[in-house]
């Protein structure tokens, strides 16, 4: 299970998560990540294992230097999966014995530009899972290093830094709620308002292990969203290479349907 990463979204499944023979785990870190169940620092050094920090947030100049006493710090990391490019200059500036895994929501769509952060020191890129399977795998041909490709999880769509549920309700004087179901154009989505802001996922879980065959640093199975016994279901489901998840709503996303605007807005027809 070395080529599976996990987000761990119950920190109480963990113990059972590693006897099920995985051995490479996410943590999405307290105060530096938004749309995960956070966890504070000293929760996660607690624990054992190839541990890996998500860092989605893009942050100010105040957290930025905070994060990096932080990042100084850490002793029994392994890596990190992080969006704001000033981690890449910190790590840099202090030579931090830290994989580093670029995660930058809908950018990696093609392996030129892939190709670029891997030659700035990336050691890995997650692809977007916003496009083909024909396009994946074209670009983890041409990809300098293995790449990273989530085959399991919600997709997160956007994030703003806005509380828009809280203005929602403001507006409309009514109740607020941090968590809820929206439908537009039908088209169905989850709306979650943390602390520093609001996230956006589709209602459907993108089912891409038709492409678990290909050649990657690691395989990233998102459990976000699920309850402790789904998650649970979930592992033990893809150890025993059991990818239907008939429990779940699934999809195979953009697999296998063109995405309609590229950048630009020139139609991929």
């Known amino acids: 299970m070395s080529n599976y990463l996990v987000l ?10 590693k006897e099920l023979g995985y051995t490479n785990f996410l943590f999405a ?18 624990l054992s294992g190839n541990k890996y920090l998500l860092i989605n ?3 100010d100049s105040r957290e930025i230097r905070l994060l990096e006493d932080l990042l100084v710090s850490l ?5 990190l999966v992080f969006e704001d490019l000033g981690i890449l200059k910190i790590v840099k500036k202090h030579n931090l014995p830290l994989e580093l895994i670029y995660f930058h929501n809908h950018a990696g769509t093609n392996y030129e530009t892939i190709n670029f952060w891997l030659n700035e020191g990336m050691d890995s890129v997650l692809i977007s899972n916003e496009i083909t399977a024909s396009e994946i795998n074209e670009i983890t041909s041409k990809a300098n290093k293995p790449l990273v490709l989530m085959v399991f ?10 509380s828009l549920l809280t203005n929602y309700a403001k507006y409309h004087q009514i109740d607020k709620k941090d ?3 929206l439908e537009t154009n039908n088209n169905h989505f989850i709306v979650l308002e943390q602390e520093y802001g609001t ?13 678990k065959n290909g050649q990657y640093r690691f395989m990233l199975v998102n459990t976000v969203l699920l309850s402790r016994e789904e998650e649970l279901k979930v592992l033990k489901d893809i150890k025993n290479e059991d990818y239907t998840f008939n429990y ?12 309609i605007f590229k950048l630009g807005g020139k139609s991929n027809e």
Do not use: P
């Open 8 to 17: 761990i979204n119950n920190l109480d499944n963990f113990n059972e998560i």
């Open 248 to 259: 779940l709503d699934t999809s195979e996303g953009f697999l296998n349907t063109k995405t």
């Open 57 to 59: 947030r893009i942050l």
């Open 75 to 79: 002793t029994d990391i392994k890596g």
């Open 199 to 211: 996230v956006f996922y589709t209602k459907n879980i993108y089912n891409y292990f038709s492409l």
């Open 179 to 181: 968590k809820l179901a």
């Open 153 to 162: 999880g919600h997709n997160q769509i956007m994030y703003s830094r806005r």
């Open 29 to 46: 870190l307290k105060e530096y990540s938004i749309g995960y169940n956070a966890i504070e620092v000293e929760e996660i050094n607690k």
